[in-house]
Nanobody, 117 residues
């Protein structure tokens, strides 16, 4: 069973930056969408950023617009989330998600991001 593997989380001070990465443990074909979600303690999982298959279209939650940037490397089937100007309210477990074909979806195990002084 192919899984997504996230990396790059950690502890950062307010105003700092982190870069998350997500890549599959094996081959996934026909990926048509890559997305980052996050879930803070006691809250529902929310969409953070989405990128289309060719990288030409992106979409962001209002709370991260102008601070986060999603990108992808199709040769490596890898998606990135560059996070800048981090705030304490960005603290959450971040998950990546790939949609492949019309029916298949893959999730990562999550990586913790903590923004605190």
């Amino acid at each position: 069973q192919v899984q997504l593997v996230e990396s790059g989380g950690g502890l950062v001070q307010p105003g700092g930056s982190l870069r998350l990465s997500c890549a599959p443990s094996g081959s996934i074909f026909n990926i048509n969408l890559m997305r980052w979600y996050r879930q803070a303690p006691g809250k529902q999982r929310e969409m953070v950023a989405t990128i289309s298959s060719d990288g030409g279209s992106t979409n962001y939650a209002d709370s991260v617009k102008g601070r986060f940037t999603i990108s992808r490397d199709n040769a490596k089937n890898t998606v990135y989330l560059q996070m800048t100007s981090l705030k304490p309210e960005d603290t959450a477990v971040y998950y990546c998600y790939f949609r492949a074909g019309p029916w298949s979806g893959y999730w990562g195990q999550g990586t913790q991001v903590t923004v605190s002084s």
